[in-house]
């Protein structure tokens, strides 16, 4: 009798921690978590917005984005480039593709190909950015 209490504590024990540990690896996204579209860079260089090329963002499909450029007066930077990162902190792995800002719209507005999430979770992308007014980079969140 003995014996089965103690494998019942067992195995509450170790369903508390295994809906611990799910829930920390971005099965459910993270409240403080910022899902904004549009930022300020991280030194306030520049305000940086995404759109999605289409939604909802299915999963596993290559799409594209528009990343727009503005200085925080609201000017359209022209002339940007970018070096794209990302990938999924919770599960330290990176994006499952290389995207690339293939071309420049104008108006402070480029074209970023080649983006693809490929699992349900917290993802982040990151950009790199130089331009005229200097070099700085903003960091989106985004729970798929
Ligand atoms: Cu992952």
Redesign the pocket.
């Known amino acids: 009798m003995k014996f089965k209490w103690l494998y019942l504590i067992g195995l509450a024990a170790l369903l508390a921690l295994g809906s611990y540990f799910l829930s920390d690896m971005?099965m459910k996204p993270k409240p403080e978590l910022d899902l904004s579209r549009s930022r300020a860079s991280e030194n306030g260089v520049y305000v940086v917005a995404v759109a999605p090329e289409a939604e909802p963002i299915k999963l596993g499909e290559l799409h594209s984005w528009i990343v727009t450029v503005q200085t925080p007066d609201g000017m359209a930077v022209e002339d940007a480039s970018f070096e794209v990162d990302g990938g999924?902190p919770?599960?330290n792995?990176g994006l499952p593709t290389s995207p690339k800002v293939t071309e420049n719209l104008g108006d402070g507005r480029y074209r970023l190909e080649g983006v693809k999430f490929?699992?349900t979770?917290w993802w982040e992308l990151s950009f790199d950015i130089s331009a005229a007014p200097g070099s700085d980079s903003v960091t989106f969140n985004m729970v798929l």
């Open positions: 971005g999924m919770d599960h792995h490929s699992m979770g």
